[in-house]
């Protein structure tokens, strides 16, 4: 793929920090005070073309990464390489990400005509019509199977790799996983939603790698919004510690998505795609 190039400005260490900060605090019964690893959360404006789309509440990190995924899930690009230049800039209100894509992306973006203000909870409340929640996907083509084993296998591993949740207590995961469950690559943010684009992002610019023969592993429930983006990316299963929604399993009855949720030691359920778990 074309190297991306991405400008960034002051502060550089944005993209280089845990993405928490010290805070004073007091701890009930002994009123000890201390200092304490606090999560960072910052509005990040998204840009297209000079053209403002969105503002998402999210862990200033791993940004570039964030405007891939979330441009590439949201259908805004249908590859790394219709961006073709990212600014990163720190502003006293928050981060701004300017993202110059092809025209002829610019122009189906200009059609959907979608504004929306971002939560960490749902990214989805911002859509102008039912309609738009409609997309059309192609089905997950996969003859790979997964044992129940290799879940547990990233189940006993997610913890250790969760940097960010041990400091603050405070984030979401998104991890890739491969056929064994052994974590290859792992996304941390303060939404659910952000945490998958960022990891979505990081999966798009390895070229080497086959999306048919891993699955995503999540540390959260398994929402409509995540299972379509797992669709978008084509992975053929989504691991959730927590219970998925009936429009989300809706979804991945309909592209053909595996989905396991409540993966925890011992103990996981299998809604749908039982063929690939075996």
């Known amino acids: 793929m074309r190297q991306l190039k991405s400008s960034v400005t002051k502060p550089i260490e944005l993209e280089t920090t845990q993405g928490a900060a010290v805070h004073p605090v007091t701890v009930w019964p002994d009123s000890e005070a201390h200092n304490d690893w606090i999560a960072e959360e ?3 404006a998204l840009s297209y073309n000079g053209v403002s789309h969105v503002v998402m509440m999210a862990s200033p990190i791993n940004l570039l ?5 979330f441009s590439f899930t949201e259908g805004i690009i249908q590859k790394p390489e219709d961006i073709f230049d990212c600014e990163i800039k720190q ?28 939560k960490t909870g749902c990214g989805i409340c911002g859509l102008e019509s039912l309609q738009m929640m409609e997309r059309n996907f192609k089905k997950i083509q996969s003859d790979t199977t997964f044992s129940h084993q290799a879940i547990q296998n990233a189940v006993d591993h997610i913890e ?7 400091l603050t207590g405070a984030v979401h995961a998104a991890a890739w ?25 990081i999966l798009l610019t ?4 086959k999306i048919d023969q891993g699955f995503i592993f999540i540390s959260s429930r398994v929402s409509f919004e995540m299972a379509q983006k797992t669709i978008a990316l084509g992975a053929p299963l989504l691991v959730g510690v927590s219970a998925p929604t009936a429009l989300a399993l809706n979804e991945a ?9 409540f993966a925890r030691h011992g103990r996981q359920v299998v809604y749908t795609g039982q063929q690939r778990i075996v």
Not at 160 to 166: C, F, H, I, P, T
Not at 253 to 261: E, Q, R, S
């Open 42 to 44: 910052v509005a990040v």
């Open 65 to 69: 990464s964030f405007a891939i995924g």
């Open 91 to 118: 502003t006293p209100s928050g981060i701004e990400i300017n993202l110059s894509i092809s025209q002829r992306c610019f122009s189906t973006l200009k059609m959907r005509q979608r504004q929306l203000s971002g």
């Open 160 to 166: 250790g790799r969760q940097v960010l949740q041990e």
């Open 177 to 201: 996983c491969d056929k064994n469950g052994n974590i290859l690559y792992i996304a941390e943010d303060v939404g659910r939603h952000n945490a998958l684009d960022k990891l979505i992002g």
């Open 206 to 209: 390895e070229i080497e790698l």
């Open 253 to 261: 009855d309909k592209y053909k998505l595996a989905v396991v949720g």
